[in-house]
C-alpha cells in the first residue's frame, strides 16, 4: 500500500497521540512520525515503545516538511503550540488536533496561525481511557469510533478531507459539526458527566468514613466514577475552555436534582417513578442504538 503521509509530527506523544501514530502505523499509512513533548523521559518511553520514530529536537525543521502536524497535549498548550509552528509550517502541511474542546482551540489558531490557519482542520476523536501516557496507546483505540471535525471557513475542502482521511485510516467513524454545536453537545454529554464523577468520588474522600464506604461500594458506584480517575489536569483545561456550555448544563442538572429532592420530601413516589422510568426508556433505546 503506497503511504498516504510521508512524515507526522505529534505534539503529546500520550494516549491520544500515542494511539493515532499506533493505528497510522497498523495501516501501513505512515513513513516516519516524529514525536515532541514536555518530557523527555516520557518521549523516550514512546520511541521504545515504537509509537514514534524519531524524538524531534528543532519545530522549524521538522513541521517543514511534515504532511501532518497532530496536537494531542491538553487544550491549554495548544495556543502556545500554534505560536511556536507557526512562522514554519510547510505550505502542503496540514495541522489537527484531538482537544475536547473546540472553541478554545479555534480562537487560539485564529490568533496565532496568522494567514496560515486555513491548514488547521480542528477535530476530537471520541475515545479515551482512565490511563495516560505512551504505554496506555492502542492501535485500535479509535476502530469504530467517532471523531467530530469542525472545519473552518477558511479549510478547503481537499484540507478537510485529507484529515479525514487521517482519522478514517485509524478505523474512525468521521462527522462534522460547527466548534459551538461540537461545544454545546460535550458540555452535556461528556464534560458534565465527569465534573459529577469528580464531585461525587471528592465527596466521599473527604469524610471520616471513606474507607468504610469505599469498602462496600460495587458495580454501580464503580460504573459511575470510572471516569474519575481520568486525568486531573486534562479535565481541569477541558471544564474551564467550556465553562459558558458546562455551567448552564450545571445549572439544568441541579434544578433536575432539586425536582427528586422535593419528591423525596414530598413522599411522591408517581414523581420518582415517573424519572426513572422516562430515563430508563431514553437510556436503554441510546443503548440498542
Known amino acids: 500500500m503506497q503511504e498516504k503521509f510521508q512524515k507526522i509530527v505529534i505534539f503529546g506523544t500520550g494516549l491520544i497521540g500515542g494511539s493515532f501514530a499506533l493505528a497510522l502505523r497498523r495501516a501501513h499509512a505512515v513513513g516516519e512520525i516524529v514525536g515532541f513533548g514536555r518530557s523527555v523521559a516520557t518521549l523516550q518511553q ?9 524524538i524531534g529536537s528543532d519545530v522549524a525543521a521538522e513541521v517543514g516538511d511534515a504532511d501532518l502536524v497532530l496536537l494531542a497535549t491538553p487544550v491549554a498548550q495548544m495556543s502556545e503550540i500554534f505560536q511556536r509552528i507557526a512562522p514554519h509550517l510547510g505550505t502542503h502541511t496540514l495541522v489537527t488536533d484531538g ?15 496568522g494567514d496560515k490557519v486555513a491548514q488547521f482542520v480542528p477535530a ?3 475515545a479515551g481511557a482512565e490511563k495516560s501516557g505512551a504505554a ?23 484540507s ?3 484529515v479525514r482521511a487521517a482519522w478514517e485510516l485509524c478505523g474512525a467513524v468521521v462527522s462534522e ?21 469528580f464531585a461525587l468520588v471528592h465527596d466521599l474522600a473527604q469524610r471520616d468514613n471513606r474507607d468504610l464506604l469505599l469498602s462496600f461500594a460495587a458495580s454501580g458506584f464503580r460504573d459511575f466514577t470510572r471516569i474519575a480517575a481520568s486525568s486531573p489536569e486534562m479535565w481541569r483545561d477541558i471544564c474551564l475552555a467550556n465553562r459558558e456550555a458546562l455551567l448552564g448544563e450545571l445549572q439544568s442538572y441541579v434544578a433536575e436534582l432539586q425536582i427528586l429532592q422535593r419528591a423525596l420530601q414530598d413522599n411522591d413516589a408517581h414523581k420518582l417513578e ?16
Open 46 to 54: 514512546a520511541q521504545a515503545l515504537g509509537v514514534i520514530d524519531r
Open 99 to 113: 482537544g475536547s474542546t473546540k472553541s478554545d482551540v479555534v480562537a487560539a489558531a485564529y490568533a496565532n496561525l
Open 124 to 126: 476530537h476523536p471520541i
Open 136 to 158: 496506555a496507546a492502542l492501535a485500535e483505540l479509535y476502530q469504530g469510533k467517532k471523531v467530530v471535525l469542525t472545519p473552518l471557513p477558511e479549510n478547503t475542502a481537499a
Open 160 to 162: 478537510v478531507a485529507r
Open 177 to 197: 459539526l460547527t466548534a459551538h454545536q461540537h461545544d454545546e453537545v460535550f458540555a452535556a454529554v461528556s464534560h458534565l458527566p465527569h465534573l459529577l464523577s
Open 274 to 289: 415517573e424519572v426513572f422510568s422516562l430515563a430508563r426508556a431514553v437510556r436503554s433505546n441510546w443503548a440498542e442504538k
